[in-house]
């Protein structure tokens, strides 16, 4: 089958990318463009070309299956299309609709126009993946649009509407119908004879790319994207694009991509960007298992999580009751939620427009039976197994027949919930992180009698809502929390034995999360976290430090009580002394003798029981893929992208040093922390896997 389809209309060459699904600039694709393109030249009844894509989409770009096969690319490179574009005596229209991304945007820079239809995003989002624009794009983009949008755009990924991409210059009209309108504007571009416009030769608006300017975006980058390659190296690409001659700035882009291209941040980004496609997909449910509309949702409780959670579905257009039993309460939660529209509306994340229309989605209910009509209903009450099993019996009384019935339980028994209904088919995990109206993972949880319909369902409502879903299975903190338990248990026996909370917080900082793990406790409350940690299923020999349960007695709750593992100004942390003498007192009593940890030492300690945890949720078949148990931790626990996740990044960094790690951890810390079976054979295997 062609993948790129060639047509003349009246005098202009069509020449269409079509390879599904996303038109990814694959080899046959761009040998299939060079030939038209030549075969457009040749024809002296070709006055013009329009370069477009089928079904309604342009471009994704780069095909990233070759490009992750870290192999040279076979010719025809896009830099020799480009050269064809920009050589061409005739007009050539790019036509951009749906997504004209990375690559693809890039060929379209080198079109004399680009005209898009008003729903086109463009974007050139390789930073996302860890490499850089490699065909052009730090230098089109640049020039066309200026290097302040430039910096802004390929150092975020984020991808740009129509009329913004207009406003910038990077479109030359917005239109439809996107097809009979190119035809159009390449015909006038003949008939008017319009100079043909070469981006990579603009200068006029290079003169904003002042060097206080690319200082200040270094400056602002150091903190933001510490660690990371390729957003420091587009930076260079954008001042080499204002500074130096448009060879000389392509050769440093050039160079800069392979750079990236071959190291671990794209590899590990890449991962990512499979895994969480893979993560939409579950094997064992029945081929054609259609999910069941979801027109309305209804959501119980009003807190935190059930706003957010009820945002989520006013922010995808679908009407949302709220239900909470207290009509203060209630009162109180959806002014919180009106505040947060508000706050979106003031940073410019939302219209004004927008903000009102997902508010109105949202109405507040404070009887049951007005849960009656709901598709969906998710409870986000209090985290306790009897407050909500009453919940769910109250539920199964109103809900209509056929409805899903979730639950936002981060730990608690699914089944044991279903239980409470006559209809334990219809119960299923959809478990928020908060603040849920931001945070992309959505964790669905599946009881052993969960129906794969329902299933299909809460998976495709993530996407839906714009969420990353994974699914997990049953157990005691299911993927995440599970993992999680270990993590900040770590944490308080290594300062037990002599770390502080600084150094602590620092090298997991360094290590890329935004917020090291008691500093993240201090945001949470110390309170909070004790509480979760009293209620957990865990086995009646787990060692606690007692560090947590008496920074809570001291009143050091966190940053609300303005002391914690530190002590706050405004959001500022600063050291405490007293801390230090807490938790020499706690090191005491137990007899350690306190000593110097070394930086490595903590990061291993912290994240090989994550990954050794990991190993037992995938063998358990917890988690359908290690690369699950990646997506859960990247989306929904701060786990740096760039580093792939905790399994990836346990592959690469190596199992064998992790296991050694965590055989010195079994002696003092108990069993469940020493190296899993599922650990071990995955360091023999080479790969995470369900038990044989
Ligand atoms: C680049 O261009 C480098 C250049 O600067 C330099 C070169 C020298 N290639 O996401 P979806 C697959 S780097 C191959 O579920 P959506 C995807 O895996 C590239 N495959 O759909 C999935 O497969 P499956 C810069 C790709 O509608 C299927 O398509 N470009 C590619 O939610 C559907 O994808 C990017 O980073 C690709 N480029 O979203 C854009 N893209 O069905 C990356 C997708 O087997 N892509 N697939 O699971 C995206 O952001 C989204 O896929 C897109 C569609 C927004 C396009």
Redesign the pocket.
């Given at each position: 089958m062609a993948v790129v389809n060639y047509r003349v209309i009246s005098g202009v060459a069509r020449i269409e990318i079509d390879n599904p699904?996303?038109n990814?600039?694959?080899q046959a694709v761009r040998a299939g463009v060079a030939e038209a393109l030549a075969r457009a030249a040749a024809d002296p009844g070709v006055a013009a070309l329009v370069l477009s894509g089928a079904r309604g989409?342009f471009s994704?770009?780069?095909?990233?299956?070759?490009?992750a096969s870290g192999e040279a690319?076979a010719p025809p490179?896009?830099?020799e299309l480009q050269a064809a574009l920009e050589a061409s005596r005739k007009p050539v229209v790019a036509a951009l609709e749906?997504?004209a991304?990375?690559?693809?945007l890039?060929l379209a820079l080198a079109c004399h126009f680009r005209i898009g239809a008003p729903g086109c995003?463009l974007g050139?989002?390789?930073v996302?993946?860890g490499?850089?624009?490699?065909?052009g794009?730090t230098l089109r983009f640049t020039r066309l649009a200026g290097p302040e949008a430039a910096l802004e755009s390929l150092t975020s990924?984020v991808?740009l509407t129509a009329p913004r991409a207009l406003e910038l210059g990077l479109l030359d009209a917005v239109a439809e119908p996107l097809a009979e309108e190119a035809l159009t504007f390449a015909r006038a571009a003949v008939d008017e004879a319009r100079p043909l416009k070469l981006a990579a030769q603009l200068k006029s608006r290079l003169s904003a790319g002042t060097p206080e300017l690319f200082a200040r975006f270094r400056e602002r980058l150091a903190g933001r994207l510490r660690g990371q390659l390729a957003p420091a190296l587009i930076v260079d690409c954008i001042e080499a694009a204002c500074t130096q001659d448009a060879a000389e700035a392509l050769a440093r882009e050039r160079a800069a991509?392979l750079r990236c291209r071959d190291s671990e941040q794209h590899r590990a980004l890449t991962h990512l960007?499979?895994a969480?496609?893979?993560a939409?997909?579950v094997p064992d449910i029945p081929p054609g298992t259609e999910p069941l509309p979801v027109r309305s949702a209804a959501v119980i409780g009003a807190g935190t999580m059930g706003g957010g959670i009820a945002m989520c579905f006013a922010n995808a257009g679908i009407p949302v009751s709220v239900l909470e039993l207290n009509a203060e309460a209630l009162e109180r939660g959806l002014q919180q939620v009106r505040r947060n529209y508000a706050a979106s509306v003031s940073r410019g994340s939302l219209s004004q427009g927008q903000a009102d229309a997902a508010l109105a989605c949202i109405r507040g209910v404070t009887e049951y039976p007005s849960l009656a009509g709901a598709d969906i209903v998710i409870e986000a009450v209090f985290e306790s197994l009897p407050v909500k099993k009453d919940v769910f019996a109250a539920l199964d009384a109103v809900a209509r027949e056929g409805a899903i019935l979730a639950t936002n339980t981060s730990t608690l028994d699914i089944d044991a919930i279903a239980a409470a209904t006559r209809r334990p088919g219809a119960v299923v995990g959809t478990h928020f992180f908060s603040p849920a109206h931001i945070m992309k993972l959505m964790e669905n949880v599946r009881g052993p009698r969960t129906d794969p319909q329902v299933i299909a369902s809460v998976m495709a409502l993530g996407?839906r809502l714009g969420k990353v879903p994974v699914l997990a299975g049953n157990c005691d903190g299911f993927i995440g929390n599970r993992m999680l338990g270990f993590y900040g248990l770590e944490a308080e026996f290594l300062l037990e034995e002599g770390a502080t909370p600084e150094q602590v917080d620092r090298v997991m900082e360094e290590f890329g999360f935004a917020m090291g793990p008691l500093a993240v406790r201090d945001l949470a409350g110390n309170d909070v976290g004790f509480m979760i940690r009293k209620n957990r299923r865990l086995p009646a020999d787990e060692r606690f430090s007692p560090i947590l349960e008496r920074m809570v007695a001291a009143g050091r709750l966190g940053q609300k009580s303005g002391r914690g593992f530190y002590r706050y100004e405004g959001r500022t942390r600063i050291a405490d002394p007293e801390v230090v003498a807490l938790i020499e007192e706690v090191s005491r009593e137990r007899g350690i003798v306190r000593r110097r940890l070394g930086d490595e030492e903590i990061r291993d300690r912290l994240l090989a029981p994550l990954v050794n945890e990991g190993a037992r949720i995938v063998e358990e078949g917890i988690a359908l893929r290690p690369g699950d148990v990646d997506v859960v931790y990247v989306n929904g626990y701060g786990f740096p992208a760039w580093r792939g996740g905790p399994m990836h990044w346990g592959q690469v960094s190596g199992l064998a040093r992790l296991i050694a790690t965590l055989e010195r951890l079994a002696p003092t810390h108990g069993e469940r922390w020493g190296p899993s079976a599922a650990l071990r054979r995955a360091a023999a295997t080479g790969a995470f896997g369900r038990a044989p």
């Amino acid at each position: 089958m062609a993948v790129v389809n060639y047509r003349v209309i009246s005098g202009v060459a069509r020449i269409e990318i079509d390879n599904p699904p996303v038109n990814a600039l694959s080899q046959a694709v761009r040998a299939g463009v060079a030939e038209a393109l030549a075969r457009a030249a040749a024809d002296p009844g070709v006055a013009a070309l329009v370069l477009s894509g089928a079904r309604g989409t342009f471009s994704a770009g780069a095909d990233l299956h070759e490009v992750a096969s870290g192999e040279a690319m076979a010719p025809p490179l896009a830099s020799e299309l480009q050269a064809a574009l920009e050589a061409s005596r005739k007009p050539v229209v790019a036509a951009l609709e749906g997504h004209a991304l990375g690559g693809g945007l890039e060929l379209a820079l080198a079109c004399h126009f680009r005209i898009g239809a008003p729903g086109c995003r463009l974007g050139l989002p390789e930073v996302k993946l860890g490499l850089i624009p490699g065909a052009g794009g730090t230098l089109r983009f640049t020039r066309l649009a200026g290097p302040e949008a430039a910096l802004e755009s390929l150092t975020s990924g984020v991808a740009l509407t129509a009329p913004r991409a207009l406003e910038l210059g990077l479109l030359d009209a917005v239109a439809e119908p996107l097809a009979e309108e190119a035809l159009t504007f390449a015909r006038a571009a003949v008939d008017e004879a319009r100079p043909l416009k070469l981006a990579a030769q603009l200068k006029s608006r290079l003169s904003a790319g002042t060097p206080e300017l690319f200082a200040r975006f270094r400056e602002r980058l150091a903190g933001r994207l510490r660690g990371q390659l390729a957003p420091a190296l587009i930076v260079d690409c954008i001042e080499a694009a204002c500074t130096q001659d448009a060879a000389e700035a392509l050769a440093r882009e050039r160079a800069a991509f392979l750079r990236c291209r071959d190291s671990e941040q794209h590899r590990a980004l890449t991962h990512l960007f499979f895994a969480e496609r893979a993560a939409r997909k579950v094997p064992d449910i029945p081929p054609g298992t259609e999910p069941l509309p979801v027109r309305s949702a209804a959501v119980i409780g009003a807190g935190t999580m059930g706003g957010g959670i009820a945002m989520c579905f006013a922010n995808a257009g679908i009407p949302v009751s709220v239900l909470e039993l207290n009509a203060e309460a209630l009162e109180r939660g959806l002014q919180q939620v009106r505040r947060n529209y508000a706050a979106s509306v003031s940073r410019g994340s939302l219209s004004q427009g927008q903000a009102d229309a997902a508010l109105a989605c949202i109405r507040g209910v404070t009887e049951y039976p007005s849960l009656a009509g709901a598709d969906i209903v998710i409870e986000a009450v209090f985290e306790s197994l009897p407050v909500k099993k009453d919940v769910f019996a109250a539920l199964d009384a109103v809900a209509r027949e056929g409805a899903i019935l979730a639950t936002n339980t981060s730990t608690l028994d699914i089944d044991a919930i279903a239980a409470a209904t006559r209809r334990p088919g219809a119960v299923v995990g959809t478990h928020f992180f908060s603040p849920a109206h931001i945070m992309k993972l959505m964790e669905n949880v599946r009881g052993p009698r969960t129906d794969p319909q329902v299933i299909a369902s809460v998976m495709a409502l993530g996407t839906r809502l714009g969420k990353v879903p994974v699914l997990a299975g049953n157990c005691d903190g299911f993927i995440g929390n599970r993992m999680l338990g270990f993590y900040g248990l770590e944490a308080e026996f290594l300062l037990e034995e002599g770390a502080t909370p600084e150094q602590v917080d620092r090298v997991m900082e360094e290590f890329g999360f935004a917020m090291g793990p008691l500093a993240v406790r201090d945001l949470a409350g110390n309170d909070v976290g004790f509480m979760i940690r009293k209620n957990r299923r865990l086995p009646a020999d787990e060692r606690f430090s007692p560090i947590l349960e008496r920074m809570v007695a001291a009143g050091r709750l966190g940053q609300k009580s303005g002391r914690g593992f530190y002590r706050y100004e405004g959001r500022t942390r600063i050291a405490d002394p007293e801390v230090v003498a807490l938790i020499e007192e706690v090191s005491r009593e137990r007899g350690i003798v306190r000593r110097r940890l070394g930086d490595e030492e903590i990061r291993d300690r912290l994240l090989a029981p994550l990954v050794n945890e990991g190993a037992r949720i995938v063998e358990e078949g917890i988690a359908l893929r290690p690369g699950d148990v990646d997506v859960v931790y990247v989306n929904g626990y701060g786990f740096p992208a760039w580093r792939g996740g905790p399994m990836h990044w346990g592959q690469v960094s190596g199992l064998a040093r992790l296991i050694a790690t965590l055989e010195r951890l079994a002696p003092t810390h108990g069993e469940r922390w020493g190296p899993s079976a599922a650990l071990r054979r995955a360091a023999a295997t080479g790969a995470f896997g369900r038990a044989p």
